[in-house]
């Protein structure tokens, strides 16, 4: 019975060995992860280590115009207003040289003042004899612009208003200076100088300060290209003044009126020119004022 024990506990602790060396002998398991466990992101965000300032942005600075000073918006400029329309350049050229356009834009800011520009085409200079402008002082040539310039507003149904001669730019016409008619017949508007008849064409720019108008002629004054003649005044009659008197005494003399007959004062002979005595004597009491010579008959 004891040998039966042993080979009993022997057996038994053979089984026990053999169990502990395959234990030993697998992998520990992985431990089971329980199910509410926090997942980690997979890329947790790097926060850095100092925070950027933020400036404030800039406000953008106020576009400044281009040197315009503010009174002068809006102010119309003529020979932008002829350039953009276009076939007004020989006209735009005498504006500019004969400072007209000049004058224009200033009076036009400056004060409340109004014109009236009629504007030749370039066809209208065109038919002119060659030479015609070019001919003329540079005086001359600013009257033919201001010719064509008249100093208020004058809207198309605004004409027939106008009392001949219309003053202009050019001169006074209370002094008969440079005279512009018109004449309105219905919708049309005829305009004279007295050497140029024309008709009133489209509207080119319109409003409270400025009216343009086109005309297909050059519109040419009497003053310079048919001036009048100039005449001399008249040399006035010789006036005979009457000799003063002289007291001689108690007698007072009397002047006597005499009377000179210029036709008689030189008388023409076949031997020659002879020269009156009697005339001599007349005009020698004239000028010296002498009385009581006596002349003989």
Same mark, same amino acid.
């Given at each position: 019975?004891?040998?039966? *024990?042993?080979?009993?506990?022997?057996?038994?602790?053979?089984?026990? @060995?053999?169990?502990?060396?395959?234990?030993?002998?697998?992998?520990?398991?992985?431990?089971?992860?329980?199910?509410?466990?926090?997942?980690?992101?997979?890329?947790?965000?790097?926060?850095?280590?100092?925070?950027?300032?933020?400036? #404030?942005?800039?406000?953008?600075?106020?576009?400044?115009?281009?040197?315009?000073?503010?009174?002068?918006?809006?102010?119309?400029?003529? !020979?932008?207003?002829?350039?953009?329309?276009?076939?007004?350049?020989?006209?735009? *050229? @005498?504006?500019?040289?004969?400072?007209?356009?000049?004058?224009?834009?200033?009076?036009?800011?400056?004060?409340?003042?109004?014109?009236?520009?009629?504007?030749?085409?370039?066809?209208?200079?065109?038919?002119?004899?060659?030479?015609?402008?070019?001919?003329?002082?540079?005086?001359?040539?600013?009257? @033919?612009?201001?010719?064509?310039?008249?100093?208020?507003?004058?809207?198309?149904?605004?004409?027939?208003?106008?009392?001949? #001669?219309?003053?202009?730019?050019?001169?006074?016409?209370?002094?008969?200076?440079?005279?512009?008619?018109? =004449?309105?017949?219905?919708?049309?508007?005829?305009?004279?100088?007295?050497?140029?008849?024309?008709?009133?064409?489209?509207? &080119?720019?319109?409003?409270?300060?400025?009216?343009?108008?086109?005309?297909?002629?050059?519109?040419?004054? @009497?003053? =310079?290209?048919?001036?009048? #003649?100039?005449?001399?005044?008249?040399?006035?009659?010789?006036?005979?003044?009457?000799?003063?008197?002289?007291?001689?005494?108690?007698?007072?003399?009397?002047?006597?009126?005499?009377?000179?007959?210029?036709?008689?004062?030189?008388?023409?002979?076949?031997?020659? =020119?002879? &020269?009156?005595?009697? &005339?001599?004597?007349?005009?020698? =009491?004239? !000028?010296?004022?002498? *009385?009581?010579?006596?002349? #003989?008959?």
């Amino acid at each position: 019975m004891t040998k039966q *024990r042993a080979l009993f506990s022997l057996s038994i602790l053979l089984v026990f @060995l053999l169990h502990c060396n395959t234990t030993l002998g697998q992998p520990a398991a992985a431990p089971a992860q329980s199910a509410n466990a926090p997942v980690q992101p997979a890329n947790a965000p790097v926060q850095p280590a100092t925070p950027p300032v933020v400036q #404030p942005a800039k406000a953008p600075a106020p576009v400044q115009s281009a040197k315009v000073p503010p009174t002068q918006k809006g102010v119309p400029d003529v !020979t932008k207003i002829l350039g953009k329309a276009g076939g007004f350049s020989v006209f735009i *050229r @005498l504006l500019k040289s004969t400072g007209v356009s000049d004058q224009l834009y200033g009076q036009l800011n400056n004060s409340n003042n109004g014109f009236t520009i009629f504007a030749p085409t370039d066809a209208a200079f065109s038919s002119l004899k060659a030479g015609t402008i070019n001919s003329l002082s540079d005086l001359q040539k600013t009257q @033919l612009v201001q010719f064509h310039i008249l100093n208020t507003v004058v809207t198309l149904s605004n004409f027939q208003t106008l009392s001949n #001669p219309v003053p202009t730019e050019a001169g006074d016409t209370s002094a008969s200076e440079f005279p512009l008619t018109v =004449i309105t017949a219905g919708n049309q508007v005829n305009i004279s100088t007295g050497l140029v008849n024309t008709t009133l064409g489209g509207t &080119v720019y319109s409003d409270n300060q400025l009216d343009i108008y086109q005309v297909e002629k050059v519109l040419l004054p @009497l003053d =310079i290209f048919n001036p009048k #003649p100039k005449h001399k005044a008249p040399a006035s009659a010789p006036t005979l003044s009457t000799p003063k008197t002289k007291d001689n005494g108690d007698e007072d003399s009397q002047s006597v009126p005499i009377e000179v007959d210029e036709s008689s004062a030189v008388s023409l002979s076949g031997h020659g =020119i002879l &020269v009156s005595i009697e &005339v001599i004597l007349v005009a020698f =009491i004239l !000028t010296k004022g002498l *009385r009581g010579v006596y002349v #003989p008959a």
